[in-house]
Structures are given as C-alpha cells and as structure tokens.
C-alpha cells in the first residue's frame, strides 16, 4: 500500500488514503522498494536508494524496525505462506499492535492481524 499511496494508484481504497496521517511503514517495505525500483518493476524518477528518503519526505510516514522481538514473531505467530518479507511486515504490525493496510489475500486471512481493510 505504501507503494500504491506513492504512485497515486487507482486501487488504494479511500480508507487507506483518508489514514494517511496514522501511517507507519515497516523498514521491510524499504527494503521491497528499493528491490522493485532495482529491478525496474517501479519507475519512481528518481535511483532507488534516493526513492524511500524523497517518498518519506512526501508523506512522513514512521519508519517501524525490524527488531529482535519482531524477529521472533514472524517465526511464531501462524500463516500461511512462507513469504519472509509478508511475514516481518506483518509481525511489525502485531508487534506495535497497529492495523496493516494491504491487499493480499493471505494476510487478510490471518485471524490474528487487524487489517485495512477487513
């Protein structure tokens, strides 16, 4: 959704967009970001490594880390995939106990995550 909030796409759901002030961001979305802008999936204007500083400068979303606690969370708590990068961001969000705005339909399916929407 971070990605989507950035590029102004169509699909971002009203509620997402009107949270925008709430917004905190897991460094994996970073981390994805820079993957996608890399490997040319995302055309931000600008080199990846300057993309999440300029996307955060616009929208000054908290940057929530990936921490020890965390760590163990992607680990314990239970899904459905395997998916590392699903799994930390979604840990984060239960770790800090804030709701997750995504699209995916596995990680809407976790019983355990409040989600945007649910």
Known sequence: MWVWFNIDHARLPDEVRNRASECAISVVSVWELLLLVQRGRIDSGFEAVETPGKWLARYPFKVLPLDY???????????????????????????????????????????????IPR
């Open 69 to 115: 606690e965390t760590v163990l969370l992607s680990r314990s708590l239970v899904f459905e995939h395997e998916d590392p990068a699903d799994r930390f961001i979604a840990a984060t969000a239960f770790r800090h106990t804030v709701p997750l705005a995504t699209s995916d339909a596995r990680l809407l399916s976790l019983p355990w995550l409040t989600t």
